[in-house]
């Protein structure tokens, strides 16, 4: 990769933006859970595509932080590239070396594209699609958990019901 002085060229690949280093962007992707916002750090090299590279935390890249063309950052995506901002106060030189410096750090689910992009800007690292998941999951787990619960009831009585000699073991 080499340095890159240009900003991404209007495309398909882009929704309008102020596409500059260190800024954050997402691409939609879809995961075992659903459909996510994949988040990196748009940075200062130029990728074999001869746009910017993008310093990312992807479970879909041997589980790390990494940093890779555009074109790779965004392989099957859903829809285009969005620019989300850039969210902290920190120069973009040491946004990109902070970045930089996690590079072969391990994803995992509690230190994912939200908390890396976080925590390269100096903000804290919070990540609300995990947060809404894991809330859908603990709602999902919980009606799954109350559905057993009375299956188990309303079967322990038709067999109770159904051969009065038997005896229910607790």
């Given amino acids: 990769m080499s340095a890159a002085s240009a900003e991404p060229r ?6 309008p933006g102020d596409y500059r280093r260190g800024v954050v962007i997402a691409v939609p992707v879809r995961t075992s859970v659903g459909v996510v916002s994949h988040k990196g750090i748009l ?15 992807a479970k ?13 950052y965004a392989d099957g995506a859903l829809g285009p590239i969005t620019c989300e901002g850039y969210p902290g106060a920190l120069p973009p030189e040491l946004v990109l070396a902070r970045a930089r410096a996690r590079i072969g750090q391990p994803w995992r689910l509690r230190e994912n594209c939200e908390h890396f992009v976080g925590w390269a800007h100096d903000v804290e690292p919070a990540s609300p699609q995990l947060r809404s998941g894991l809330l859908k999951a603990g709602v999902v ?4 958990a ?25």
């Fill in 10 to 15: 209007p495309s398909p690949l882009f929704l």
């Fill in 43 to 57: 940075a200062d090299l130029l990728g074999d595509d001869h746009l910017p590279s993008v310093i990312h935390s």
């Fill in 60 to 72: 879909a890249y041997g589980e790390q932080v990494i940093e890779t063309s555009m074109t790779a």
């Fill in 141 to 144: 787990g919980a009606a799954s």
């Fill in 146 to 170: 109350g559905l057993f619960a009375a299956a188990v009831i309303v079967l322990g009585k038709r067999r109770s019901t159904m051969d009065p000699g038997r005896v229910l073991s607790r």
